[in-house]
């Protein structure tokens, strides 16, 4: 009898080191995982303010594209509307008649 209770006492100590090994493994791999997720959060916060800067980037450089082509066709375009207002004053110079 006292045989087998030292027997299950040894036993017991054998399952209770397992467990509290297990835990401390589980526990370390708990905190591992906790940085990887932060890091990955911070990850996350960074690529989503360089998409927000690039996108105002992209958005400077349309406008900018924009105003070039307006500024090139600037002459073109006043010589259009001069036309135009011409080919106006004419019609209504018709209508008067």
Known sequence: MIESNNELITSLEGKIDLLVNRYFELKKKSVELEEKNQKLA????????????????????????????????????????????????????????
């Open 42 to 97: 911070n990850r996350q916060v960074e690529s989503e303010k360089q998409i927000i800067d690039l996108q105002i980037r992209y958005d400077n450089l349309k406008l900018a594209k924009t105003l070039e082509v307006t500024q090139e066709g600037a002459t073109e375009a006043k010589l259009k509307i001069n036309q135009m207002v011409r080919e106006i004053d004419k019609c209504i110079a018709l209508l008067n008649r």
